[in-house]
């Protein structure tokens, strides 16, 4: 995709679930979806998404072939109980019968074999941390056995057994992946309790052997074969396979291969603050960084692009095998500098017979990892034209950048960061107690104040403010920091004077982030001098 600015797209969104009971989900709430036959209607056409049904099949399917008489006029009116709960465009007539017009992204099963395709992949090219990362991402979307509530239902019972299998192999290949991790002693427990629940699925018996030798439980392990054989052989009649007699002689010689647990490879700083409002953003940039090489977080300065790609990118580590490296733009002035400083970042070997570019290319070319680049504003060609060579010649390589601009590059993906949302005037207290904005402001007042916002209209006093400030997280934060001194109403007096009032007291931090004035005069000298006359003219205007 080229840069084009997106924002949350499941924001009202529709989330159909097949994996369990079947299910339609729109911002959260669950749609009433009517009788048995109505969800077996609508299973059927997600489980053909995006082809047409025949009328005749889906009459055959519901009354599981003895229709009664005026079978097509009951099929019409499911139908139209169908588009009344979806809304008029999701089920559309197409000879011979009825498609679901929906996105397959809106559709759990296929998110789920995305994603095990994904973590299967990265497995098999020794990602284990990617995969892991994939693969407990697919079995999260699991909510009790597939179609549960219809299961038995004709064909449907079918795409119920597919979908469990694939269920099964997802678990299997993720305990694999965290085998090939090192994750032994937790994996011990669930590997025990996995057996006793399905004792004739003999890879996990030999999963269980490896584990138990590997937390230097030989004994253990060589008990957990014999278990394994005697189940084969007494249920199934069958001799246990060459894998795991072969595991037997390994264990018996010592000759396991032994995997010390990998550290984690990052250069991120800790949190110092709780991280409140921008939960689901978090989540769907995790979606976005799989199918997108290059995110770029855009907004207004001090909006929290980046916290937000802090947070993101930590819950990316261990997932990539060669780290979350982390590179703060900032103090960097010289274009020329930034390779260099990339390069530092990643323990790049420096080269003379090659250009910077050229010998981070090499280096990377070989490496699968998450490269954060922070604050690329004053930087953004260079920065761009840096990223496309990187993101050509290296495959498993990815880029969450911040910056005020889009890179405008090939392939980006432009998130834009908005403002935390602000409770309307008048809002009952408890509800405004729920917006981010507010809790932002009394979580960061309340570490200056312990008392804040302890009587009654307190909190309709932060919204104020909040609104005033128009849900900015810097002046939230900046106005909360207030608190040591002055009173609530003090507070909201003084905000729309907020170039002057808004300044930290904190000595050390981001000098930008020390003073709303700052922050956008940080913005203001990025522009041309044509740009900065027209912004002047502009600003007689309210």
């Not at 989900?25 to 995006?50: K, N, T």
């Not at 004709?154 to 192999?169: F, K, M, N, T």
């Not at 305990?175 to 090192?182: I, K, Q, R, S, T």
Request: aromatic fraction near 4%; charged fraction near 30%.
């Amino acid at each position: 995709m080229d840069a084009g600015a997106v924002a949350d797209p499941r924001d009202g969104a529709t989330d159909f679930r097949l994996l369990g009971p079947v299910e339609v989900v729109r911002s959260g709430h669950v749609v009433p979806l009517g009788g048995r036959r109505q969800r077996v209607l609508l299973a059927l056409l997600l489980v053909e998404l995006g082809r047409s049904v025949s009328t005749d099949r889906l009459i055959d399917e519901l009354w599981q072939g003895e229709p009664p008489p005026g079978a097509d006029r009951t099929l019409r009116a499911y139908v139209s109980r169908l588009r009344s709960a979806l809304g008029e465009e999701a089920v559309s007539a197409r000879r011979p019968g009825y498609v679901l017009a929906i996105e397959p992204d809106m559709l759990d099963a296929h998110r789920f074999e995305q994603l095990f395709g994904e973590g299967r992949d990265a497995l098999a090219r020794g990602a284990a941390g990617l995969a892991a990362h994939r693969l407990r991402s697919a079995l999260a979307l699991w909510r009790g056995p597939a179609l549960a509530d219809i299961a038995g239902w004709g064909i449907l019972g079918l795409e119920a057994r597919r979908l469990d299998d694939l269920r099964v192999a997802c678990l299997e290949e993720r305990v694999e992946a965290d085998l090939a991790l090192g994750r032994h002693d937790e994996l011990a427990a669930e590997l025990e309790r996995l057996v006793a629940a399905e004792p004739l699925r003999e890879r996990r018996w030999r999963q269980l052997a490896t584990v138990l030798y590997r937390c230097e439980r030989q004994a253990d392990a060589l008990d957990a074969v014999r278990r394994a054989r005697a189940h084969v052989s007494d249920e199934l009649g069958l001799d246990p396979s060459e894998e795991l007699r072969g595991l037997e002689r390994s264990i018996l010689r010592h000759e396991v291969v032994r995997i010390v647990p990998a550290g984690e490879r990052h250069n991120l700083p800790a949190p110092v603050t709780s991280f409140i409002g921008r939960e689901r953003e978090v989540e769907h940039l995790e979606l976005l960084l799989r199918e997108h090489r290059l995110v770029t977080l855009t907004g207004a300065g001090g909006a929290g692009k980046t916290r937000l790609a802090l947070e993101a990118a930590g819950g990316q580590v261990g997932a990539w095998r060669d780290g979350v490296w982390l590179l703060d733009l900032t103090g960097v002035a010289n274009a020329a500098l930034v390779p260099s400083a990339v390069a530092r970042v990643v323990a790049s070997a420096q080269r003379s017979d090659v250009s910077p570019v050229q010998a981070l290319v090499d280096e990377l070319k070989s490496r699968e990892l998450l490269l954060v680049l922070d604050n690329c504003e004053h930087l953004a060609q260079t920065c761009g034209e840096l990223v496309h060579e990187l993101l050509r010649a290296c495959r498993f390589v990815r880029v969450l950048a911040t910056s005020r601009v889009p890179l405008a590059i090939a392939g980006e993906l432009v998130y834009a960061v908005q403002s935390l949302p602000v409770p309307e005037e008048g809002a009952p207290t408890e509800e405004a107690g729920e917006f981010a904005s507010v809790r932002v402001f009394l979580d960061r007042g309340r570490a200056v104040r312990g008392d804040l916002a302890t009587r009654s209209g307190d909190v309709g006093t932060v919204a104020r403010i909040c609104r005033e400030l128009d849900g900015l997280p810097l002046a939230i934060e900046l106005a909360a920091a207030r608190a040591s001194a002055l009173s609530l109403n003090e507070i909201a007096a003084r905000v729309d004077d907020g170039l002057r009032f808004l300044g930290s007291w904190r000595r050390i931090g981001d000098p930008r982030h020390q003073t709303l004035r700052a922050t956008i005069d940080w913005s203001y000298n990025l522009l041309s001098e044509d740009e900065r006359v027209l912004l002047a003219r502009l600003s007689v205007f309210a």
